[in-house]
C-alpha cells in the first residue's frame, strides 16, 4: 500500500502559483507600506544601526532601496514575470536583512526572515511546475 500519493502535476502548478501570488502580495505590500515614507523608514533603520559598525550612508542607501524592491519583487512575483531571478533577489534581499537583523541582535525578527528564507526557497526549488504565470503564457507563445 503506497501511503504517499502520487503527486499531480497539475495540483502541484496551481500550489506554486497560489503560494507565489500569496508571497507576491505580502511583499509588494511591505514595499507600498514603505514607499510613501521612505524617509521615516530610513531614519528608523539608522536609529536601530547605529550602535553597530555599518556606516550611516551604507545603511541609508540599503534603506531607500528596500522599499521600491520590495514593491518590484511583489509584482514580479504576483504576476509570475521573471520568476526564477525574481526568486533568487528576493532571497538575496532576505539574506541581506537577515544579516542586518542579527547584527543588531533582533533573532526573533532574524527568525521570521527564515520563515521568508524557506518560503522563496520552496518556490525556487519547484520552479519546475511554474505552469500559471505570465513566464509560462509567454514560454507558450
Known sequence: MNLIPSLRTSDASLAHALARLGLGINIATHGLARIGDIRGFSAGLEKMFAATWLPAFAVRATACAIPPVELGLGLLLM??????????????????????????????????????????????????????????????R
Do not use: K, N
Not at 524557506?118 to 519547484?126: S, V
Open 79 to 140: 504576476l509570475g514575470l521573471f520568476l526564477r531571478p525574481a526568486l533568487v533577489v528576493g532571497l538575496l534581499v532576505l539574506c541581506q536583512l537577515t544579516f542586518g537583523s542579527a547584527l543588531t541582535q533582533h533573532w526573533d525578527v532574524a527568525s521570521e526572515q527564515m520563515i521568508y528564507i524557506a518560503f522563496y526557497a520552496l518556490l525556487l526549488a519547484t520552479a519546475g511546475f511554474d505552469r500559471y504565470s505570465l513566464d509560462a503564457w509567454l514560454r507558450g
